[in-house]
């Protein structure tokens, strides 16, 4: 089983049902399940998350509001987002965090402010978060040393010693496909260093090509495995099972992904 812990499919529910399945389905390597966890970013898909989660075997909902879309929400959304966990089956808060880059800072605060009181909501009960970083590692480093919960830090191409920050705080780091590309000299030195024991995979479907011409599938998820294996000389069966074993713990999917 491979797992792709950061994706937002919320976009596939356009398409007839047995499309759907035909799409979570297809798998460039057939010789790996593939199981997703579907991201959110502000109220107005918290439900449609929850549906795929609900209609589709290897789908798993995560709820929360991405920095870009703080100002379309309010307090009041954190009442409806706990009563969501509450009632169904949610595997973390994400996508949320802070983003600092313009026109988005203009924003900090409130930025803070969700952000604050969606991981008070997690540790509450006991779920991660994934968390979204632009501009913002010092606020964000200072936040997570005062509410302890774990998580990854999705789609991070940092230096050495900002990541060994996130990673002693218990958080993994989510690799997409810009590990693929040939100037990505940042994320292969990561990889190569830091090697599986901190890593988890992830597309970040639809947002995240391979390549700029070309378009993202949810297949990508196994070559970024491939490229993985290549940067660390091992085997892609190894990725593949030592990814998925940290996901699962992370996530609490122990269990999870037999019974659903």
């Not at 499919?9 to 389905?25: E, Q």
């Not at 075997?57 to 954190?78: E, N, T």
């Not at 169904?88 to 800072?105: I, Q």
């Not at 597309?203 to 290549?230: C, G, N, R, Y």
Request: hydrophobic share 45%.
């Amino acid at each position: 089983m491979i797992i792709d812990t950061h994706c937002h499919l919320d976009i596939l529910l356009s398409l007839p049902s047995s499309n759907i399945s035909h799409l979570l389905k297809s798998n460039k390597n057939l010789e790996f399940d593939v199981s997703f966890i579907t991201m959110s970013t502000s109220s107005s898909n918290w439900l449609k998350q929850l549906e795929l989660s609900q209609r589709f075997k290897h789908v798993y909902c995560a709820l929360g509001i991405h920095p870009w879309y703080v100002q379309d929400s309010s307090f009041k959304s954190l009442v409806l987002l706990e009563r969501l966990i509450i009632e169904n089956s949610v595997v973390a808060l994400g996508e949320v965090g802070l983003d600092f880059t313009s026109p988005y800072k203009e924003n900090k605060n409130l930025q803070i402010d969700l952000l604050v009181e969606q991981l008070i909501l997690a540790k509450r009960f006991g779920l991660p978060a994934s968390l979204h970083v632009r501009k913002a590692h010092n606020e964000m480093l200072e936040i997570l040393s005062s509410i302890a919960v774990r998580g990854v830090i999705h789609g991070l191409g940092a230096s050495k010693e900002l990541v060994r920050s996130y990673i002693d705080l218990g958080f993994k780091i989510g690799v997409n496909g810009v590990v693929i590309r040939e100037n990505a000299r940042r994320y292969h030195e990561l990889v190569t260093y830091f090697g599986l024991k901190y890593l988890v995979l992830e597309t970040d479907f639809p947002h995240v090509k391979i390549m700029p011409l070309e378009k993202p599938l949810l297949s990508d998820i196994i070559l970024v495995a491939e490229k993985i294996a290549s940067l660390l000389n091992c085997s892609l069966e190894e990725v593949v099972n030592k990814t998925s074993l940290n996901a699962q713990k992370i996530f609490n999917l122990n269990g999870i992904l037999d019974g659903k």
